[in-house]
């Protein structure tokens, strides 16, 4: 931001008015989002946009949610903030931990709670660490992911993630991280039968581990579907053939949650609709659907009993660790979802809606395929109908250019390489899910012209 452009408009002691809105989104060269309702932002303009991205894949629930203001309020009043260091602890976070341990179900009993996605990855990094040392097999660091997977932004997430770009500075990715393939099967497995293209991808994962010892493994994480890395839905049988991998080896199954989670999925992670069973589920946004920042992850009972019969101490915690207020904010957002039916509403009603709804893209001559499981959803723009060629070669930047479309046409999108990226509140009405896919349409059909003048790099 220019300073001292901003200093102008006097926003050091206070917002600037609403007409200066305008002014400091042209100023910051950043759309300023200055209030929302339900699934529709509003920004400096004035503009109102359907939000098709529920904010970062965080707001679940929509804007606008008074019950959420007033339970954070609440808790507020009666206790702002106690630390759960030193064996200490507040009534919203071991009600949250309670509500956490019911709806992940199974051996997943206990959670240690973070502020955020990253910070949740880094606990599953050291805690895994930690878990094989006091095995007795401190050997086992190596933690085994998938290209382009995003799992945060710190020296451990960025690593944990498959994101090219994040990785050739800072030397980056940190030692013990092997990235296999993503089962990506519209760029990588085009004219392969599905099953075999899943079976091809997980066959990597034990490859990699038999090169790098199965003894230095620790565990393998990843997203049932891959959201930042563009919406990636695996092919049939991909994550049942991954869990019987870790189990065959001892390695550790990590379902990272942080976009799937809290109904985006049809279920209430998304662990549960591809049947497999993680030892360690990192969670965030639509946790309090991104009100206020906490994370958790959600750990087996298997692990907790290790480190129970060990010293007894995970010596790891953050200052905002389950904070109070954070947490109070989290059980009222779950229990606007378990009230409104919305995992329901996204299994049987607005996902099957949503899905047909994007079949209408299909005949768009930009669109090479489309894909959604739940509320989330992705248009993979192509250069030669019925092929997956890519305007700019593999790595393409046609998303990004119809998203400013989309966005200048009234829809928040993301533009993630050659697709265009969808997840929207799970409250999302029809009417507006018809906007949606129109607005995409209209989009690509705007675009088409800058689409055809990108060159290959
Ligand atoms: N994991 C996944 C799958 C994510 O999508 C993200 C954030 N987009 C993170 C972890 C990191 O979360 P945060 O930004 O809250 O640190």
Redo the contacts with the bound molecule.
């Keep these: 931001y220019n300073i001292p452009e901003l200093r102008r408009l006097d926003v050091e002691h206070h917002l600037p008015a609403q007409a200066n809105y305008a002014e400091l989104q042209r100023i910051g060269g950043s759309r300023i989002i200055t209030r929302a309702e339900g699934s529709t932002i509003y920004d400096g303009e004035g503009n109102a946009i359907l939000d098709g991205m529920a904010g ?2 965080c707001v679940n629930v929509g804007y606008g949610r008074e019950e959420l203001v007033r339970a954070a309020a609440e808790q507020m009043q009666e206790l702002p903030f106690y630390n759960t260091f030193f064996k200490t602890a507040t009534p919203p976070t071991v009600m949250l931990a309670a509500k956490l341990a019911e709806k992940l179900g199974g051996k997943l009993q206990h959670v240690f709670f973070n502020a ?6 880094d606990t599953v990094m050291r805690l895994v660490r930690y878990y094989w040392s006091l095995k007795g097999e401190p050997k086992r660091t190596v933690f085994i992911s998938r290209r382009n997977a ?4 710190t020296m451990a ?1 960025a690593s944990l993630g498959g994101m090219a770009h994040m990785h050739p500075i800072g030397g980056l990715p940190i030692p013990g991280i092997e990235h296999v393939a993503q089962p990506y099967k519209f760029n990588e497995g085009f004219n392969e039968d599905e099953e075999a293209f899943g079976a091809r991808v997980a066959q990597e994962i034990e490859d990699r581990i038999i090169k790098v010892g199965p003894e230095n493994v620790a565990a393998f994480i990843g ?1 049932v579907v891959q ?2 890395g563009g919406v990636i839905i695996p092919p049939k049988g991909y994550w049942k053939r991954v869990e019987a991998i870790c189990e065959k080896y001892g390695i550790l199954l990590v379902v ?1 949650e ?2 799937t989670g809290f109904g985006r999925l049809g279920e209430w992670f998304g662990f549960q609709h591809f049947g497999v069973t993680p030892d360690l589920v ?1 969670m ?2 639509g946790l309090s659907s991104g009100y206020l ?1 906490i ?1 958790a992850v959600g750990v087996s009972s298997d692990i907790v009993k290790v480190l129970r019969d060990g010293n007894g101490e995970f010596a790891h915690g953050y200052t905002y660790s389950g904070h109070p207020v954070a947490a109070a904010v989290a059980l009222k957002n779950i229990e606007i979802i378990e009230r409104e039916g919305l995992v329901e509403r996204v299994k049987n009603d607005a996902g099957p809606y949503f899905a047909e709804a994007l079949k209408r893209l299909e005949g768009d001559p930009l669109v090479g395929e489309v894909r959604s499981l739940g509320l989330i959803g992705a248009v993979e723009i192509v250069a030669k109908k019925g092929t997956n060629e890519r305007f700019t070669g593999k790595e393409g930047k046609a998303g990004p250019i119809v998203r400013d479309t989309c966005i200048k046409n009234g829809l928040m999108v993301r533009g993630i390489r050659d697709s265009v990226v969808m997840c929207p509140p799970l409250i999302i009405t029809h009417a507006e899910i018809d906007r949606m896919i129109d607005i995409i349409g209209r989009s690509l059909r705007e675009a088409e012209p800058a689409l055809r003048a990108l060159k290959a790099d």
């Excluded at 995003?150 to 932004?153: A, E, L, P, R, T």
């Design positions: 970062l894949w955020s996605g990253s910070e949740a990855n995003y799992h945060g932004s997430g997203e959201g930042a990272d942080v976009i990192p965030a946004k920042p994370s």
